[in-house]
């Protein structure tokens, strides 16, 4: 039985766009092209003291420079925090989530934190989830208890039969039906923060639940998110969401081999525009 294929990209409204963001949207707007489907741009504002509107503007110019189109109006998940909300509500009414209050040195310094892990930086220790009550009158995180979470949908083994297709390739090969590892969520990624101190609901949370609001069906993305896919996938058994087939793409790098980031003004879309670069000159650059 043949779907509407729906891919979308994603990018945060805190800087110019850059070499590696053309890569992926490029890439997802080809394959939404090839399957006569839809490609979708969302801004991903939820860090509201970073994103500026000014930034949102330059992208979607960008976008159109490149040839890209999308069905309008974009949605800013900004505007989902009702929905977030209540999502982030039911995970708490099943005791799944506890209170943070915890610093980034704080977690860093802790006696047996690893110094790798998530891509959010080590996993966290548990140490507020080992306190008996705290006060919540400081600014707290929410995060996700991920043994309970783990336990809630049947214990590890059944864990062990969620899975996600992947089409595109993970940082090690991987590909094709590929299951999550209740031992890797605990000890890799660990309690994530699903809510921050300043009150918006945190990425991984509204990735999934934004994803299943537009009807995504595919979602294109770096190899650097590969790591986060199986939390996603619990969270989406969690909140009862269906999952998208995942493809990852291979990173664009700088001369010197290293992940291209919003620091790289050289390298921005807008930047390399004003030296005189046609798309089809971008397109030769990250090779599409």
Do not use: N
């Amino acid at each position: 039985m043949s779907f509407a294929v729906v891919e979308r990209f994603a990018p945060s409204p805190t800087g110019a766009l850059h070499l590696g963001h053309a890569f992926s949207a490029l890439t997802a707007w080809e394959a939404a092209k090839a399957a006569g489907g839809t490609f979708l741009l969302r801004m991903d504002d939820l860090d509201t003291g970073r994103c500026k509107q000014h930034f949102a503007d330059a992208i979607e110019d960008d976008l159109k420079d490149l040839g890209l189109s999308w069905p309008e109006p974009v949605l800013y998940q900004s505007t989902r925090a009702g929905a977030h909300g209540e999502a982030l509500d039911g995970l708490i009414r099943r005791g799944l989530v506890y209170p943070c209050v915890c610093t980034r040195a704080e977690i860093q310094a802790a006696a047996g934190a690893p110094q790798e892990g998530a891509e959010d930086g080590p996993p966290y220790p548990g140490t507020c989830r080992r306190k008996a009550s705290l006060s919540l009158d400081q600014p707290h995180a929410l995060r996700l208890d991920m043994a309970k979470a783990i336990a809630s949908l049947g214990g590890p083994d059944a864990v062990r039969t969620l899975t996600f297709e992947e089409i595109g390739e993970g940082p090690s090969g991987e590909r094709g039906t590929i299951a999550v590892d209740p031992d890797k969520l605990i000890d890799q990624i660990g309690d994530v923060v699903l809510r921050r101190k300043d009150g918006a609901v945190a990425y991984h949370m509204a990735v999934v639940l934004d994803d299943e609001f537009q009807g995504v069906t595919h979602v294109t993305r770096g190899q650097d998110l590969f790591p986060s896919t199986p939390l996603h996938r619990l969270l989406q058994a969690l909140l009862d969401l269906p999952t998208p087939i995942y493809r990852h793409h291979r990173l664009i790098r700088d001369a010197e081999g290293r992940r291209l980031s919003k620091r790289h003004d050289d390298l921005a879309l807008s930047a390399i525009r004003a030296a005189g670069a046609t798309t089809e000159d971008i397109r030769a650059r990250i090779g599409i």
